[in-house]
């Protein structure tokens, strides 16, 4: 016989699913609102940073990372993912913030008033949880969940859909697929600690949308020869010979020790759609009011970049650190 799930009965006034930048500035307000909160994160506290590359520099200036009115106080006009974590850890101690880290939410459940809102199940080393709440904000972001090729041998262990560190790479053949931001700046962090690369993309070029400052530094690498491209082009496989693919040129195999493919993230809203909440199936944008951030599930809240679906580079840090505001501003109206 299973044991029964660990229940505690007092009724949070929100659960924040999420323990990033965006569920911290939700945290923030509600506590700064007098309201009860706990946040969920299945990681640690800003668990997607930490999974950012080693050296990573933001785009972002400082002060569009300020959340909580607590000033970010580096030198640096663009943070590094060092600083930031340095920096959102603060936040979180100066507002002694309630934390459940390394717990999954497996569920949403809404409730009648009377039974409390919404029932949280969730899972941790210890066992299974479940927590009540008159309101919940899911703010768990989109790294968690990595765009897929779908091709044969993508689950192979040299095939990865995070880039950390070049370090490691020196004198290996590598392989990056993408075409965006985080491709580019993979490449060209292997080249430059001496790895041979070769970037594959479906584009006639790198997408446009890459930083003013990226884009150029690559086709300059790729003009000289000094990394390798091949555009207009797809991964058919992988396999114990490497990469197999093709384009303009024909078929092709490109030996490798690693294969990074890094073309984006699919916006984690299963749990939103389990609870009801509408999604648009060609976009992923969940029904969301503009100005209250709640769903069409009266007190399920949807916070920071999820609200982008799909379009994962359009709402940052920076235009949705006010989320916590009007989320507990329509709470507590």
Same mark, same amino acid.
């Not at 490449?187 to 790198?206: N, Q, S």
């Given at each position: #016989?299973?044991?029964?799930?660990?229940?505690?009965?007092?009724?949070?006034?929100?659960?924040?699913?999420?323990?990033? !930048?965006?569920?911290?500035?939700?945290?923030?307000?509600?506590?700064?609102?007098?309201? $009860?909160?706990?946040?969920?994160?299945?990681?640690?506290?800003?668990?997607?940073? /930490?999974?950012?590359?080693?050296? #990573?520099?933001?785009?972002?200036?400082?002060?569009?990372?300020?959340?909580?009115?607590?000033?970010?106080?580096? !030198?640096?006009?663009?943070?590094?993912?060092?600083?930031?974590?340095?920096?959102?850890?603060?936040?979180?101690?100066?507002?002694? #913030? !309630?934390?459940?880290?390394?717990?999954?939410?497996?569920?949403?459940?809404?409730?009648?008033?009377?039974? @409390?809102?919404?029932?949280?199940?969730?899972?941790? =080393?210890?066992?299974?949880?479940?927590?009540?709440? /008159?309101?919940?904000?899911?703010? $768990? @972001?989109?790294?968690?969940?990595?765009?897929?090729?779908?091709?044969?041998?993508?689950?192979?262990? &040299?095939?990865?859909?995070?880039?950390?560190?070049?370090?490691?790479? %020196?004198?290996?053949?590598?392989?990056?697929?993408?075409? @965006?931001?985080?491709?580019?700046?993979?490449?060209?962090?292997? %080249? /430059? &600690?001496?790895?041979?690369?070769?970037?594959?993309?479906?584009?006639?070029?790198?997408?446009?949308?890459?930083?003013?400052?990226?884009?150029?530094?690559?086709?300059?690498?790729?003009?000289?020869?000094?990394?390798?491209?091949?555009?207009?082009?797809?991964?058919?496989?992988?396999?114990?010979?490497?990469?197999?693919?093709?384009?303009?040129?024909?078929? &092709?195999?490109?030996?490798?020790?690693?294969?990074?493919?890094?073309?984006?993230?699919?916006?984690?809203?299963?749990?939103?759609?389990?609870?009801?909440?509408?999604?648009?199936?060609?976009?992923?944008?969940?029904?969301?009011?503009?100005?209250?951030?709640? $769903?069409?599930?009266?007190?399920?809240?949807?916070?920071?970049?999820?609200?982008?679906?799909?379009?994962?580079?359009?709402?940052?840090?920076?235009?949705?650190?006010?989320?916590?505001?009007?989320?507990? =501003?329509?709470?507590? /109206?």
């Amino acid at each position: #016989m299973s044991e029964s799930p660990s229940a505690d009965q007092s009724l949070l006034d929100l659960l924040v699913i999420g323990a990033g !930048p965006t569920g911290l500035a939700v945290g923030a307000a509600a506590l700064d609102a007098g309201l $009860s909160v706990l946040l969920l994160d299945r990681g640690s506290l800003c668990d997607a940073i /930490r999974h950012y590359p080693t050296d #990573m520099r933001f785009f972002t200036t400082r002060d569009l990372l300020e959340i909580a009115g607590v000033p970010l106080a580096i !030198p640096d006009a663009k943070p590094t993912r060092a600083q930031a974590l340095a920096y959102y850890r603060e936040v979180a101690r100066q507002y002694q #913030m !309630p934390l459940a880290t390394g717990e999954t939410v497996t569920a949403v459940e809404a409730r009648s008033a009377a039974e @409390g809102g919404f029932l949280v199940r969730s899972e941790t =080393r210890e066992g299974a949880r479940e927590r009540r709440a /008159r309101a919940v904000v899911l703010a $768990s @972001g989109y790294f968690g969940q990595p765009q897929r090729l779908g091709v044969p041998g993508e689950d192979l262990p &040299w095939v990865r859909s995070r880039f950390v560190e070049p370090y490691g790479h %020196y004198g290996d053949r590598v392989v990056v697929v993408g075409g @965006g931001n985080s491709a580019l700046e993979a490449a060209l962090e292997l %080249y /430059r &600690w001496g790895a041979e690369v070769t970037l594959v993309h479906r584009g006639e070029r790198a997408k446009a949308s890459v930083k003013y400052w990226l884009g150029p530094d690559f086709e300059n690498r790729v003009a000289e020869g000094a990394i390798a491209a091949r555009y207009q082009s797809t991964v058919e496989r992988f396999d114990a010979e490497g990469v197999h693919g093709g384009g303009p040129e024909g078929r &092709w195999v490109l030996p490798c020790s690693t294969c990074y493919v890094l073309i984006g993230y699919r916006p984690e809203l299963d749990l939103a759609a389990a609870v009801g909440v509408a999604i648009d199936p060609e976009t992923l944008v969940p029904q969301v009011d503009v100005e209250s951030c709640e $769903s069409n599930i009266p007190g399920f809240y949807v916070a920071g970049t999820l609200q982008a679906g799909r379009d994962t580079g359009k709402i940052f840090i920076e235009n949705s650190r006010d989320h916590g505001h009007r989320i507990v =501003r329509h709470l507590t /109206r």
